[in-house]
């Protein structure tokens, strides 16, 4: 897998935020007079774009989608954006690839200033050249819009691109934008959803996108 780019989602991909995506999107409901006790039922919601995962979960018009993202936002950028941890292994991982020469980037639907603090807290920012991720009106949150603006503005060879992710949304964007892509089957995404896409690769754990990346 000589890729010169690795592109790389964030969410169940490199950090495992189930806990502050879900205590956030529990508070954000709260907010709205919806009583959601298991937070297992809110994982879902970890990875697609929260107005379209409100609509489509919990039948809110874009106008209540778009409240509910409010509230989900005064809880997470003050404290379930630090609700996270990196999977054990990535930052070897990451240190292997640019020791390898390869060129690393984030494309994340959330956020880029929360994906740039999650990265510079937990210390892994430094192996990636550039965060690419969505504006807080939404602008860029289509994973498919994120990867080819980000490959316009690096100015990226497709064939020598691979996106990484744990969900249909990261293989969709890569399918429509011209790139191989590998499912990684360690984070939210089901083998089902994964499977229906048609990836390049599928790594069930994080031990065997490793090794694919960086062999003995």
Not at 60 to 75: G, I, M, P, Q
Request: proline share 5%.
């Amino acid at each position: 897998m000589h890729y010169a780019n690795i592109l790389f989602d964030l969410d169940g991909t490199l950090t495992d935020p189930r806990e502050g995506i879900t205590r956030s999107i529990q508070f954000a409901l709260a907010r709205l007079g919806i009583d959601e006790p298991d937070l297992t039922r809110l994982e879902p919601f970890i990875g697609p774009p929260l107005k379209q995962a409100f609509m489509r979960f919990y039948g809110f018009d874009e106008a209540r989608a778009w409240e509910a993202v409010e509230h989900y936002r005064e809880r997470f950028k003050v404290t379930g954006l630090y609700e996270n941890r990196l999977f054990d292994g990535i930052p070897a991982l990451l240190r292997g690839l640019r020791e390898q020469g390869r060129t690393l980037y984030i494309a994340t639907s959330k956020p880029v200033v929360f994906a740039r603090e999650i990265a510079r807290h937990f210390a892994f920012d430094q192996h990636f050249k550039v965060i690419y991720g969505s504006e807080l009106d939404g602008t860029r949150s289509d994973k498919v819009e994120l990867i080819a603006h980000l490959l316009a503005e690096e100015q990226l060879d497709p064939t020598q691109t691979l996106m990484i992710g744990d969900r249909e949304h990261d293989l969709i964007g890569a399918r429509r934008n011209g790139l191989d892509c590998a499912a990684v089957g360690y984070g939210f995404g089901s083998q089902q959803e994964l499977a229906a896409h048609a990836p390049t690769y599928h790594f069930d754990t994080l031990a065997q996108l490793h090794e694919a990346l960086l062999p003995a």
